[in-house]
T-cell receptor
């Protein structure tokens, strides 16, 4: 157990629908990151929050949004789902905002597998 | 932008040594990480390099040459459980970790 909790583990839904993925970071970590992993794309960075504020944005579609709450848990909302959104969605957490410190290792949750039919 | 290249697949024999290479092109390099990922599971941290040279951690070692934009992960005394994908990832500037597509290692008897 990495200490990063993601729910749900599996989710099957239809095109056009909306889903919410939830992440609780490791105790003491202030940063939360969302990554998408498709079969042919590897891990793609979506968005980062630090202590409730958006810190960095990657290849996140406009149909997707996220937030980090005062208790530091985060939610990733995916709407108007398409077949191509089927993927593993990982949440990771780290103590601070990033940078060169080896102490700021990203710890990943077990992921949420989304299947869009 | 950033570009990270790794071989897609490698095969090695149980008990042997294997070297997985990673080359990267980035501006403002801050550090390089290696992660291990078993199929369908979370990536787990293996090693971190920010200065040139070799970092050793048990059966795993990682090397970095910043001038060449090159790193490798060395796995010794291979075990069947080492069959996994190995992900090279780079920190540059203040952007979050950018991952390569990973190298899928198969360990055979």
């Amino acid at each position: 157990d990495s200490g990063v909790t993601q729910t749900p583990k599996h989710l099957i839904t239809a095109t056009g629908q909306r889903v919410t993925l939830r992440c609780s970071p490791r105790s003491g970590d202030l940063s939360v990151y969302w990554y998408q992993q498709s079969l042919d794309q590897g891990l793609q960075f979506l968005i980062q929050y630090y202590n409730g504020e958006e810190r960095a944005k990657g290849n996140i579609l406009e149909r997707f949004s996220a937030q980090q709450f005062p208790d530091l848990h985060s939610e990733l909302n995916l709407s108007s789902l398409e077949l191509g959104d089927s993927a593993l969605y990982f949440c990771a957490s780290s103590p601070s905002t990033g940078g060169s410190s080896g102490a700021n290792v990203l710890t990943f949750g077990a992921g949420s597998r989304l299947t869009v039919l | 932008g950033q570009n990270i290249d790794q071989p897609t697949e490698m095969t090695a024999t149980e008990g042997a040594i294997v070297q997985i290479n990673c080359t990267y092109q980035t501006s403002g390099f801050n550090g390089l990480f290696w992660y291990q990922q078993h199929a369908g599971e979370a990536p787990t941290f293996l090693s971190y390099n920010v200065l040139d040279g070799l970092e050793e951690k048990g059966r795993f070692s990682s090397f970095l040459s910043r001038s060449k934009g090159y790193s490798y992960l060395l796995l010794k005394e291979l075990q069947m459980k080492d069959s996994a994908s190995y992900l090279c990832a780079v920190f540059s500037g203040n952007t979050p970790l950018v991952f390569g597509k990973g190298t899928r290692l198969s360990v055979i008897a």
